[in-house]
């Protein structure tokens, strides 16, 4: 069954560093989305992408964080200069265009620990 | 702004019983879509049930079940015959349709006890 993968499936850095998170959505899946989880908290959205632009962002999202779809396979979440309250899993999803059940497939999720 | 609640931070079942985790929102939608998410302590979001808004009929899918007020706003998880592998945290989403953000509420730790 295909699936939604995540790399790294941990990543530690440090306070101002950049970080890249990817993903490898679902092959015919054209919605593509980032959300994450502080530690013991609820799950927030972070953006939405959609033929090579985002469609949608949260506040959350602000100008450090970008996205990309490099190539045709992978969606990438960079944190330019991270702060420790970046530290969260970040969960990438994807979705098909179009569909009347409107299910979006999670990956694993990256958890970031920034020190 | 959409909101998604659930008011139980905690629930315990025990194994072969059954549990309701309780959902409410807040949306001036008409058309919308409610989810009901798993995550075990692998941390992955797992899809458990979907519930189309305009659909009256509640959503089943074997052993879970929903019971979807719209009036009330209301969306609440039915658990039948629980297993130790339904252990994890419940979300409730709520999204407006194909391509737009979830809303989660703060979810429901589940456990299931012998």
């Known amino acids: 069954e295909p699936e939604v993968t995540q790399t790294p499936s941990h990543q530690v850095t440090q306070m101002g560093q950049e970080v890249i998170l990817r993903c490898v959505p679902i092959s015919n899946h054209l919605y593509f989305y980032w959300y994450r989880q502080i530690l013991g908290q609820k799950v927030e959205f972070l953006v939405s992408?959609?033929?090579?632009?985002?469609?949608?962002k949260s506040e959350i999202f602000d100008d450090q964080f970008s996205v990309e779809r490099p190539d045709g396979s992978n969606f990438t979440l960079k944190i330019r200069s991270t702060k420790l309250e970046d530290s969260a899993m970040y969960f990438c999803?994807?979705?098909?265009?179009?569909?009347?059940?409107?299910?979006?497939?999670f990956g694993p999720g990256t958890r970031l620990t920034v020190l | 702004a959409q909101t998604v609640t659930q008011s139980q931070p905690e629930m315990s079942v025990q194994e072969a019983e059954t549990v309701t985790l309780s959902c409410t929102y807040d949306t001036s939608e008409s058309d919308y879509y409610l989810f009901w998410y798993k995550q075990p302590p692998s941390r992955q979001m797992i899809l458990v049930i979907r519930?189309?808004?305009?659909?009256?009929q509640n959503a089943t899918e074997n052993r879970f079940s929903v019971n979807f007020q719209k009036a009330a706003k209301s969306f609440s998880l039915k658990i039948s015959d629980s297993q130790l592998g339904d252990a994890a945290m419940y979300f409730c989403a709520y999204n407006r349709g194909t391509a737009s953000k979830l809303t989660f509420g703060t979810g429901t730790r589940l456990q299931v006890t012998l």
């Open positions: 992408f959609y033929n090579n632009e985002i469609s949608e």
């Open positions: 519930q189309e808004a305009y659909k009256q």
């Open positions: 999803a994807s979705s098909v265009a179009g569909a009347s059940y409107n299910e979006q497939f």
